[in-house]
């Protein structure tokens, strides 16, 4: 059974930073490229950043592109995505994902439960 566990999200004052982690089991994590995404209520389910199975290839949104950064350690199962100079608009749940670095949430194969991060004014 495939597990995806987000962790690190909490509240932080505009301008802070944040990392969260997501840690894999039940699957060939080192296989698999990897996908944050985040939702806000009444909206869809956006893409933030994905990486690929080497950790060669990153990938962002326009609206985090230079803000944050995405990682994995593939001895450790787990992919990371920091997060600095928030703004109260990154506030939302975020997800990782597994199975592709597209920005299409439905190509996607897993899905974590979400950690909330909301960023205070």
């Known amino acids: 059974q495939v597990q995806l566990v987000e962790s690190g999200g909490g509240l932080v004052q505009a301008g802070g930073s944040l990392r969260l982690s997501c840690a894999a089991a039940?699957?060939?994590?080192?296989?698999?490229?990897m996908g944050w995404f985040r939702q806000t209520p009444g909206k869809e389910r956006e893409f933030v950043a994905s990486?690929?199975?080497?950790?060669?290839?990153?990938y962002y949104a326009d609206s985090v592109k230079g803000r944050f950064t995405v990682s994995r350690d593939n001895a450790k199962n787990t992919v990371y995505l920091q997060m600095n100079s928030l703004k109260p608009e990154d506030t939302a749940v975020y997800y990782c994902?597994?199975?592709?670095?597209?920005?299409?949430?439905?190509?996607?194969?897993?899905w974590g439960q979400g950690t909330q991060v909301t960023v205070s004014s």
């Open positions: 994902a597994a199975g592709s670095t597209s920005r299409l949430r439905q190509v996607y194969d897993y």
């Open positions: 990486i690929t199975w080497s950790g060669g290839t990153t």
């Open positions: 039940g699957l060939t994590f080192s296989r698999y490229g």
